[in-house]
């Protein structure tokens, strides 16, 4: 029982502890968003300086289909335009590392010396130019050959001037070659992971030499290997990531009048698993 001199509290009052929870979660989410649009600029960045399109790995990703029967729902009215842009900025990220795992960024030889480079350059038989469409790395007779990424083995046996070759198809249009194997260690229809041995160095086919002929194709048409070998680091941090921290870093779903997401993992260990609740 109140004294009747007494006053019930303002509402306002009462829920100012709430609107400051809400707000800290809120700046929690722009947060999160700064720092997946951050990471996807640079990212989409280092794809077109090895002269890549990020379309070509978004468009094609597998976790980017949608559909299902159109079931409406109530769905509140009045959420923060914010959840969405977050949600959509980690969507794409996490679509494009993902896919990013296709792109050849395993250096395929531990030890070597760069004997001949990509381009065209004086034939070592004929002594005439010659386009090179390779790289040629010379290391010891029998040096481990590894994938450069995750693929599906399409050649592994004699192929004319390759001599001993490991051709591996990665997905999105890329596909890298091994030449001059003194050793296969795979066969036809064999799914390797990056990192695994696919050969053994050697001098087989039309070559001077105990090396690797590393070749790196798109859509058929080689390129150079030389950009990708200089990005490897780069580019195994971005696709570790995409395959440690799983689709979205940062977590939004809705349930029923609920919004609830994680961004722990966005804003480097602040926060937690946070809920907005509104009805």
Known sequence: MLPRDAAPAPVDSA?????????????????????????????????????LDPNRFVAQSDITGTGGPYVPVNAPSDADP????????????????????AI??????????????????YDPFTGNTAMHAGLDMAGSHGEPIYAAADGLVTTGGRSGAYGNLVE????????????HL????????????????????????RSTGTHLHYEIRIDG???????????????????????????????LIAEDDNVTFDLAAATGGQGGMSRIVRN
């Open 15 to 51: 829920l100012e502890p709430f609107r400051k929870v809400e707000n800290a979660q809120l700046a929690f989410v722009d947060k999160a968003t700064d720092a997946a649009r951050a990471r996807l600029q640079g990212t989409q960045s280092l794809l077109r300086r090895l002269g």
């Open 82 to 101: 914010r959840f969405k842009s977050l949600f959509v900025s980690w969507k794409k990220l996490a679509a494009l590392e993902t896919a990013m795992a």
């Open 104 to 121: 050849p960024s395993y250096v395929p030889v531990k030890s070597f010396s760069t004997t001949s480079t990509y381009g065209v350059r």
């Open 168 to 179: 591996l198809a990665h997905g999105k249009g890329l596909a890298t070659r091994y030449g």
């Open 182 to 205: 003194s050793a296969i260690t795979v066969r036809p229809g064999e799914q390797v992971r990056q990192g695994q041995m696919i050969g053994r160095m050697g001098s087989t086919g």
């Open 221 to 251: 048409r080689a390129v150079n290997p030389r950009p990708y070998l200089d990005a490897s680091a780069f580019m195994l941090a971005a696709q570790n990531r995409g395959e440690a921290q799983g689709p979205i870093d940062a977590t």
